[in-house]
């Protein structure tokens, strides 16, 4: 085939997905612009492509007058602990489940998958009941609570460890070493690509999570991030720029992990199907 | 000694007829009380904010709740009062509609991926990233510059419209537009989803079978027809299955770019936001236990139908 019409049909592929990546990448874009924009600017009806003065102090706004700061240190938080939790006991779990043999294995197992089949909001209104109960309600804790345990997680885990052969384990027995042992620092390391598809997908879902953070924090200082844009969205006494730069500020750690781990995270997602 | 009798059924396929007596009747001790220190940390949490909240809300289903708490017992009236609520069918052809619209991106999402996938092509794995950033962007920071764009009086969508002669609406204020403009959004954030998915799935089509059907003589619709689409339907079903479910949930970007106190709410909120707003904002837990019954069936039945046809499919998709 001659080299020309290849570089000619490659142009045209470029062309389509040129486009059609601008078009994907424009809102995030126009965001940049908007928020070094002013509010006038902002709201001229010929758009401002560029604005006349790049306003910086639009982000200083972010934490001067929203209480940005605590709501991003609440989203770090609940992300931190949740991903941190989901990564020990479903790496427990999971392990016990493929590896182990008890009493009642099947059984305990079937009920801890039947989760993924339930919808969020089967078992919303009771959560709340729970944590409200508790005391919980505009709490870290109560944000955090359901979020440390992971159907999905346990799901994921269990099938690496299924997938491990068995004489690894064999061989640490003869070694000597005890089940501890053995599954800290022969299996572990192994199930290593498991878990970081775990951890991205908890860290993912619990940073851009709304419902449950929206419905057990009402209190905007105790509010994650995803919740405080999201009662922001209707209010007109806001500053558009302003806004613009904490919605951006707010995705900002998420998109930076996303095209740090670009190649992990696409594939890890794209296998798993959740978000 | 718990070791050696697991050794015994989980490796050497030792002779057959005891071997298997002994795995009935619990003589194997298997691995004594470690399993249970494994596996009871998640398991309580489990128990207690998911297995436990779901009976309960089966329960609060069929309950009637006072305005200062309490509640009690009210057999089908909340079922009752829920189908023949036309706010129910209504929030349901919202979320079909919506639903629908996402899917329309599953097409335009197998033509990019085969775009992507030209031997050779250049910049591909930025394109990959350019695509897959909106499905990873928080919805609700992301739903606030749409809903700049959507600005009825000053959004830059209804200048360019208004370059071509069009006067555009007040996207997100008008009944059916901005459903429209909800599903844009949605079809915009999950299309990078089914392009990667799609396009791992055209990876692994041996291109031998094309340069056979070449020799042969089969034409390109030919190949595709008769190649590509049935080597793809595994992944084309998958994609379709966990977009119609993460749809089917649709709630941030609705809320996000709406508002919660939009007027175009009734006419245009999804089944969630129906089950939200009865919950939380009227605080009508039991009519919204019936509700969350409701979506928990509808979603259960495409979990069924992706469990039965993917057995079919086991090991392709």
Known sequence: MPRARRRQSHALIHLVLGVGGLIMAFPFLWQIVM????????????????????????????????????????????????????????????YAFARMRFR????????????????????????????????????????????????????????????LPAELEEAARIDGSGPLRTFWSVLLPVVRPSISVLAISAVLWSWNELLWPL????????????A??????????????????????????????FILLQRRVIDGLASSGLK | MSAVSADVSESAPAPAAPATRRKRRGVRRGDGLWPWAFVLPLLAGVLVFYIWPILQTAFYSFTTWGVFGGFKWSGLDNYSRLFTDPQLYRSL??????????????????????????PGLRFAQFYRVLFFLPYVAMPAAVALVWRMIFNGDYGILNWALSLFGIPGPSWVNTPGFALAAVSVVG???????????????????PPELYEAAELDGASRFRQFRSITLPLLAPSVFFVVVVTTIASFQLFDLLYALLGNHNAVLPKTMSLVYYFYNAGFVENDKGFAAAIAMVIFVLIGLVTLLQFRLQRRWAGNA
């Not at chain 1, 558009?240 to 904490?246: E, I, Q, S, T, W």
């Open chain 2, 93 to 118: 052809l919202n979320t079909v509609i919506y639903t629908a619209v996402v899917l329309l991106g599953v097409p335009i999402a197998a033509w990019l991926a085969s775009l992507l996938n030209t």
């Open chain 1, 228 to 257: 405080a844009l999201a009662t922001l969205a209707g209010d007109v006494t806001v500053n558009y720029p302003v806004l613009m730069a904490a919605s951006l500020l707010a995705m900002a750690p998420i998109l930076i992990l």
């Open chain 1, 215 to 226: 419905v057990v924090s009402t209190r905007a200082t105790q509010m994650p991030l995803s």
């Open chain 2, 187 to 205: 079809l915009w954030s999950s299309l990078g989803f089914s392009m990667i998915v799609l396009g791992a799935g055209l990876k692994n089509i």
């Open chain 1, 35 to 94: 928020s070094l924009s002013t509010n006038a600017e902002v709201q001229s009806v010929t758009p401002t492509f560029w604005p006349a003065h790049l306003q910086w102090q639009n982000y200083a706004a972010v934490f001067q007058r929203l209480p940005f700061l605590s709501q991003l240190w609440t989203s770090v938080l609940i992300t931190v602990i949740r991903t941190l939790a989901q990564i020990v006991l479903c790496t427990l779990a999971g």
């Open chain 1, 104 to 163: 009642g294995r099947a059984v305990l197992l079937g009920l801890v998958l039947s989760i993924l089949l339930v919808p969020s909001q089967a078992y919303l209104i009771s959560q709340y009941q729970i944590v409200q109960g508790l005391g919980w309600l505009n709490t870290l804790a109560g944000i955090v609570a359901p979020g440390l345990f992971s159907a999905y997680g346990t799901f994921l885990m269990r099938t690496a460890f299924l997938n």
